[in-house]
């Protein structure tokens, strides 16, 4: 009962425009903020590393889909993952956005001279741009074009993301000393790739974890 | 706190000063907490009476100074400095104090003392971020002692005509403006002459991020990110242009000739 419950409750029709609105309340502060002078003394750098951390969150709870949907047999979660995806990515621009524009003034021989010079930058970047395919193929006719294994093989692409994206955090905060942020983020990351290798490694993955999100039926 | 304004050759910047507020809240200060809010919610904590600095070490008069005895070991002068952080953001802060070298003076060096030792209190029940092992406590800053001697290097206890907060690092903080402002140890129980160069905080954490010198250079850049620029806390709007950031901080006229010779980008 309860199970079917919370299901109907995954597909109503709002879950969806309601997910878009939350995921946009981070940037609706950020925005708010910045306009209205309320983050503080260096609202640049506030800005930056808020865009960095709510990257970082969305791409958590993207890689959080599948395990949930498998363990607690919520197979309509799925519906939700590309959503969360795309607003990895939204922040993950407005990250790049904020550096290029904030720290760099849009100097983009500045700024190719800062990512060839600065491994922390660079690993940022390189992040980044292996996200930009990944939005780009998101959507249905993209999927079709490519083939559900290719289009899968592709997307496998974000665990080396979640990589860099932890060693560009790490790095950041490597010459202050302080990683206990740095380690909660890993940790999770850890036991959402781990969870994975785990079934992987039991067999499991023989059944295609992915496959309802390949299939463009199912992804709408 | 009353004072009067210095008549040392470029301690009166005529730029304009930063906001109290954002002075007194944007803070470094890792006994408090490694977050730029954390000392100004963090450092009331501190019990700053009553206080003593121990001056010791290679000198011919050791002593223990009471805070009352220290404030009135010279003349209180205001002085306006630009402050540069390592993390590449400025201000400008009018602080209240003395040169060292009035204390340098009244304690008798050796001839063989060619170090000064600055130590920070490290309380572990009055400063929460102790329990982080961030760094090797306590915070341990170090000059050579012709730098401790130059006159804009400045024993300080207040800031904006009032005593220093605890989160500015009260009640008394050494102000060195030519080098970042890691140099500048905060809340000062000991200072030690010695001959050998001090194992300060910050490069005993990283030594090849943070030098000995750390003497604000637009030219030699952080491993991870420039020093070219900088971001001067609340005059830069979110959409200006960092300016650039000056030799010695602006002060090259004044301390440019204790470097004479020195590669200085070896000695970063």
């Known amino acids: ?44 750098e506030y800005l930056i590393r808020a865009t960095g951390d709510w990257t970082l969150r969305f791409l958590c709870l993207t890689l959080a889909v599948t395990p949930l949907r498998v363990v607690t047999s919520q197979p309509a979660l799925v519906r939700f993952r590309r959503m969360l995806g795309l607003f990895t990515y939204f922040y993950a621009c407005l990250h790049l956005s904020g550096y290029a524009l904030f720290d760099m003034g849009l100097d983009f021989a500045d700024i190719a001279k800062d990512i060839a010079k600065r491994p922390f930058i660079l690993v940022g970047f390189a992040g980044f741009l292996l996200l930009t395919p990944l939005a780009a193929t998101s959507f249905n006719r993209a999927i079709r074009a490519l083939g559900a294994s290719r289009w899968q093989a592709l997307h496998r692409a974000v665990y080396v993301i979640a990589g860099l994206a932890i060693l560009h955090f790490f790095w950041m905060r490597a010459g202050k000393n302080d990683f206990a942020e740095v380690a909660v983020y890993a940790a999770i990351l850890a036991v959402l790739l781990g969870w994975r290798l785990w079934r992987r490694l039991r067999g499991a993955a023989a059944r295609p974890v992915s496959a309802p999100a390949a299939r463009p039926a199912s992804g709408r | ?117 600055f130590y920070t209190q490290a309380d572990r029940a009055t400063m929460p971020g102790l329990r982080s092992s961030v760094l090797d406590w306590p915070y341990v800053e170090g000059l050579r002692l012709d730098e401790a001697m130059h006159p804009l290097t400045l024993l300080s206890f207040g800031m904006y005509g009032e005593v220093l907060p605890n989160q500015n690092g009260a009640p008394v903080r050494l102000v060195v403006p030519w080098k970042y402002g890691f140099k500048s140890a905060k809340s000062l129980v000991r200072i030690r002459f010695t001959d050998q160069e001090p194992k300060t905080a910050w490069n005993k954490a990283a030594a090849n ?42 002060y090259e006229a004044q301390v440019g000739q204790l470097y004479a010779g020195m590669d200085l980008k070896k000695n970063y």
């Open chain 1, 1 to 44: 009962m309860a199970t079917a419950a919370r299901r109907s409750v995954l597909l109503h029709p709002a879950a969806k425009p309601l997910l878009f609105v939350l995921a946009l309340l981070p940037f609706a502060w950020l925005f708010y903020g910045a306009v209205a002078n309320q983050l503080g003394a260096n609202p640049a």
């Open chain 2, 209 to 250: 991020e943070y030098g000995f010198y750390s003497n604000v250079n637009p030219n030699v850049d952080h491993p991870r990110w420039s020093q070219a620029t900088e971001r001067r806390i609340g005059e830069d709007g979110l959409f200006a242009k960092k300016r650039k950031t000056l030799m010695f901080n602006g």
């Open chain 2, 1 to 117: 706190l009353p004072s009067t304004k210095s008549q040392v050759p470029g301690a009166m910047t005529m730029e304009k000063v930063t906001d109290y507020k954002d002075a007194s809240t944007y803070n470094n200060f890792y006994e408090f907490g490694t977050d730029k809010d954390d000392p100004a919610k963090n450092a009331k904590t501190l019990k700053t009476s009553p206080w003593t600095v121990e001056v010791d070490g290679m000198v011919k008069k050791p002593a223990k100074f009471a805070l009352e005895d220290l404030l009135k070991l010279s003349a209180q002068e205001e002085r306006i400095y630009r402050l540069r952080c390592v993390e590449g953001w400025s201000m400008v802060i009018p602080w209240v104090g003395y040169s060292m070298s009035k204390l340098v003076e009244r304690v008798e060096p050796l001839g063989s003392a060619k170090f000064v030792e």
